[in-house]
């Protein structure tokens, strides 16, 4: 029997999925694009789940597309009809960056090595990107004639202007963990020996957190981007509105006023 796509482990309430084709890079194919789905979903349902760590075996954490796929392969046969790439991106990728940012708790990229095309851009449609020191990023997408997919023309510019964006995209130089710290594009970098302790108290540290204002504050970092200030302030309001009548804004006031640890549940305003 074949070893599982993607590997599931719970630790408290934190689920990490570990992209599982390490000989290939853990590039995606059609068969790894239906096993994330449904982990995902999975993690989505689950009520003990509090974060998510999305992290790749072996020494990346994905390459991308497998070009090798049926699913994408070129034609090469004279007068044969292009690949339908875009079908693959709206049957697999797109939903699978829009799943990543509905998520209803965190999700932590940890990119344990090399994160490139749209292995990059799964990274970085997560919540916190923390990197391993020797792990790196590249928008390889010009290095095969094609431009940046999985979200990438709408997260690059996003998180470090338009300028590197370009830089970046129309490059497709190799970025350190370090030079991605650097610039905004990531959260974090880290040693490499200190890795895998520093995204599992992250996560941990997430999971104890008041979730659904967790994901709030994603949603609304999101849409103020295509709000003006007063927009943006107005739907602040509404939002403190409803979260003021969560189990979770009573327990930190009580907790803070009694000076004493929070004991956030999550639960629904």
Not at 21 to 44: C, I
Not at 70 to 80: Q, T
Not at 146 to 158: C, E, I, K, S
């Amino acid at each position: 029997m074949s070893e599982a796509l993607v590997l599931v482990a719970q630790e408290g309430a934190v689920r990490t999925l570990t992209l599982n084709r390490p000989k290939a890079l853990n590039s995606f194919t059609t068969a790894m694009h239906e096993a994330l789905a449904a982990e995902l979903k999975a993690a989505e349902a689950d009520t003990a789940v509090r974060c998510v760590v999305l992290t790749g075996a072996g020494r990346a954490f994905c390459a991308g597309q497998d070009l090798a796929d049926p699913a994408v392969a070129p034609n090469l046969a004279p007068d044969a009809r292009p690949t339908d790439v875009g079908g693959v991106i709206e049957r697999f990728y797109k939903p699978l960056a829009l799943r990543l940012r509905a998520m209803p708790v965190p999700v932590i990229a940890a990119v344990n090595g090399v994160a490139a095309g749209a292995g990059a851009n799964l990274a970085l449609g997560c919540d916190m990107v923390i990197a391993a020191r020797s792990a790196s990023f590249i928008q390889a997408f010009s290095k095969i004639g094609l431009v940046p997919d999985a979200g990438g023309t709408w997260l690059l510019p996003r998180l470090v202007g338009r300028a590197q964006a370009l830089g970046l995209a129309m490059l497709g130089d190799k970025l350190s963990a370090e030079q991605a710290e650097r610039i905004g594009l990531i959260w974090k970098c880290v040693d490499d020996a200190a890795f895998a302790d520093e995204v599992q108290t992250t996560a941990s540290r997430l999971a104890g957190l008041p979730t659904r204002a967790l994901v709030a504050t994603r949603a609304a970092i999101d849409a103020a981007q295509d709000l003006g200030f007063a927009e943006a302030l107005s739907h602040e309001g509404d939002l403190q509105r409803r979260f003021v009548a969560s189990h979770d804004y009573l327990e930190g006031v009580a907790a803070f006023m009694a000076k004493r640890p929070p004991r956030f549940d999550g639960a629904p305003e």
